[in-house]
């Protein structure tokens, strides 16, 4: 028999330390669904998507409730909408705020908490059905609750679409005035990427990308308050110690997710996917990515040594998450967004955590700017800035970088915004007050970096 | 199909009466036992075999439910594969 003490090592873990399996995301292409006509291509897509969703919520809730282990959502991810539009006839704004209200009354009737791929991939250029799909993104996200949206705009193969990033500057300012009574609700559903990935479980920036099959269950696990609890023992300790104590706890994590990902995918009768090895926070008390960072030695999160603290917590999770899966995927990163993590909310709020120091955590972790409340006068100009800087970075660096800033309508700095549930509560944080305008007036695009010449 | 029932709170009589009994109706065969005082706590793992019941581990986790109030306890009951995956390679 297994011993004793591992067993209630791991009951601790649920009951005490939020251990949990942040999300199943089935994967559905769409590509089937194609059609000239609008009428068509909803129903085709309610169709799909009710028919290899439908036992989703309940096998979860099935699994959760005989092992014990708590899965907080199941979402779906479905195929790049722009990719439908481009197959209608005229394709119109409305037509695609059609296809968004489908997909979100696909996704409460099956029960599922979000569905994310009102997508456009555009990091080299535009194709008609984009161009609309991009400009419905503000109505899209405001008359629906459910759907998530991501836009990507650069990578390292093709560099950075400059007319993209001006224009997504627009549509977040568009999106935050449409839903002002909710203080900008819609920017919460929306994620701007360089390099993004084609499985990636987590929201609001999942679509099941092009060499994708039919059908997939991707799995993301969470667990920073058991890393914290982890290192709470070994004080003090070098940081070789530190390292291995991650390492050790990510492939114990990564193990639930595995074990979950595999057992979803038998009893649906889909094609597991992929693990995502990525330390995802809650608002709860325990479970933020920052209180791992300060158990390290800091005093608040954003001090002098968070850059390095977040390197070594990234790497030493992967490294220890690896072993546990057969395959591993997504993003696969400790994740930073401000809201929805207590220690990155309070370090916002005493100013120790900054938008310029969170950019530098950015290049060492997986993913981006995220979650962050912004003064609800910032331009159009200043957010679009917001993103070429961010999608420098992972332009650079080979890796995904994403933006999903809120600039809440009325809001100024000092003030807090309230999103509820897992999205948590954001202070609003001040962006610089010098103009970008006139390089962001320039367009065209910025050229892909010489390390992207491989072959 | 195995699973562990794990048994959390203050030592009393009747514990392994109670707990038993349930698993007994349900008609679930324990095959090992241990128990322990973890952190001033009565601690007690039992591994179960469940190829014999209609019930599901849901259903006897409803049933134990009643025992785990009245006595004032933790009880989980957990498919053994969440435990063997985490700690076995």
Not at chain 1, 61 to 74: H, L, M, S, V
């Amino acid at each position: 028999m297994i011993n004793p003490f591992e067993i209630m090592e791991t009951i601790n873990m649920i009951d005490r330390e939020n251990l949990d399996i942040r999300t199943i995301t089935m994967g559905i292409s769409l590509k089937s669904c194609a059609d000239p006509d609008i009428d068509r291509l909803c129903e085709k897509i309610y169709h799909k998507i009710t028919n290899y969703a439908r036992d989703l919520v309940k096998t979860g809730e099935d699994i959760e409730k005989q092992f014990g282990i708590p899965i907080i959502n199941k979402r779906i991810s479905v195929t790049p909408v722009a990719s439908l539009v481009d197959a209608l006839d005229t394709p119109t704004v409305d037509k695609c705020v059609r296809i968004a209200k489908t997909l979100d009354r696909a996704a409460k009737d099956v029960g599922v908490n979000f569905l994310g791929g009102y997508t456009a991939l555009v990091h080299k250029g535009y194709t008609n059905g984009e161009r609309v799909l991009i400009d419905s993104i503000p109505e899209a996200l405001a008359q629906t609750d459910l759907v998530c949206s991501s836009v990507n705009i650069g990578s390292t193969r093709a560099g950075i679409n400059m007319d993209a990033v001006k224009q997504m500057g627009e549509i977040i300012k568009k999106a935050a005035l449409l839903t002002s009574k909710t203080q900008g609700f819609a920017c919460a559903k929306l994620v701007i990427f360089c390099n993004a990935v084609e499985d990636n479980p987590f929201m609001a920036g999942a679509f099941l990308g092009d060499g994708e099959g039919e059908c997939v269950i991707n799995v993301g696990v969470s667990g920073p308050g058991v890393v914290k609890c982890a290192l709470e023992k070994v004080k003090g300790k070098d940081f070789g110690i530190v390292a291995d104590t991650v390492k050790k706890t990510a492939f114990k994590i990564t193990r639930m997710g595995q074990l979950v990902a595999q057992e979803a995918s038998r009893r649906l009768g889909v094609p597991f996917g992929i693990v995502d090895l990525s330390l995802a926070p809650t608002p709860a008390v325990g479970d933020s990515v920052a209180y791992i960072l300060e158990e390290m030695g800091l005093e608040k999160c954003g001090t002098h040594g968070t850059t390095a603290a977040l390197a070594l917590l990234n790497d030493a999770v992967k490294k220890g998450g690896v072993m546990a899966s057969s395959y591993v995927g997504g993003l696969s990163g400790a994740f930073i967004p401000v809201s929805e993590d207590a220690g990155m909310i309070a370090a916002a709020e005493c100013g120790a955590l900054t938008l310029e120091k969170l950019e530098a955590m950015t290049c060492v972790c997986s993913v981006g700017l995220d979650m962050i409340v912004i003064p609800g006068d910032t331009s159009a100009s200043t957010v679009s800035a917001i993103i070429a800087d961010e999608a420098a970075i992972g332009m650079i660096n080979q890796k995904t970088t994403a933006v999903r800033v809120i600039p809440a309508p009325g809001a100024a700095v000092g003030d807090t915004v309230e999103f509820g549930g897992l999205l948590g509560t954001g202070p609003v944080m001040p962006v610089k007050p010098y103009s970008s305008e006139e390089f962001i007036a320039r367009g065209g695009r910025i050229p892909a970096p010489i390390n992207s010449l491989k072959n | 199909m195995k699973a562990i029932v794990t048994v959390v709170g203050k030592d009393k009589k009747g514990i392994i009466a109670k707990v038993s009994d349930v698993l007994y109706r349900s008609d679930v065969n324990i095959v090992d036992i241990s128990q322990t005082i973890m952190q001033d706590m009565f601690t007690m793992i039992m591994m179960v075999e469940m190829d014999d019941t209609n019930a599901s581990v849901t259903d006897i986790d409803k049933k134990l439910a009643a025992v785990e109030k009245e006595m004032g306890l933790k009880i989980h009951v957990q498919r053994e594969e969440i435990f063997s995956s985490m700690h076995r390679i």
